[in-house]
Nanobody, 124 residues
Framework: DVQLVESGGGSVQAGGSLRLSCTAPEFAYNTYCMGWFRQAPGKEREGVAAIESDGRYSYTDSTKGRFTISHDNAKSAVYLHMSSLAVEDSAVYYC???????????????????WGQGTQVTVS
């Protein structure tokens, strides 16, 4: 079974930065789309950013210019570097993966087969 392991969440003051990590050894050097989602209490799960194995990446409008997604195939890891964090960025963040290129469908949680356990990000 595929295991996605997230780390890097925590509490930060508004304007600060955090980096989330997701390791997924089964996806190294293979075709994939890996996404970061977030879910705040009472809200739907929202796509934040995604990266495909060919290097294409996508962001939701509210995170463009503040969040950066990257991958390191040698470490089988995908990262989400978040800067200029705001209170509204507070949520549980999830890493998700699928062995496909999703293109514009990256925003839909239904397209992903594998999920991490989630990591809390709190901005105050």
């Amino acid at each position: 079974d595929v295991q996605l392991v997230e780390s890097g969440g925590g509490s930060v003051q508004a304007g600060g930065s955090l980096r989330l990590s997701c390791t997924a050894p089964e996806f190294a050097y293979n075709t994939y789309c890996m996404g970061w989602f977030r879910q705040a209490p009472g809200k739907e799960r929202e796509g934040v950013a995604a990266i495909e194995s060919d290097g294409r990446y996508s962001y939701t409008d509210s995170t463009k210019g503040r969040f950066t997604i990257s991958h390191d195939n040698a470490k089988s890891a995908v990262y989400l570097h978040m800067s200029s964090l705001a209170v509204e960025d507070s949520a549980v963040y999830y890493c998700a993966a699928v062995r496909l290129w999703l293109g514009k469908a990256w925003r839909s949680p239904l397209e992903y087969k594998y999920w991490g356990q989630g990591t809390q990000v709190t901005v105050s």
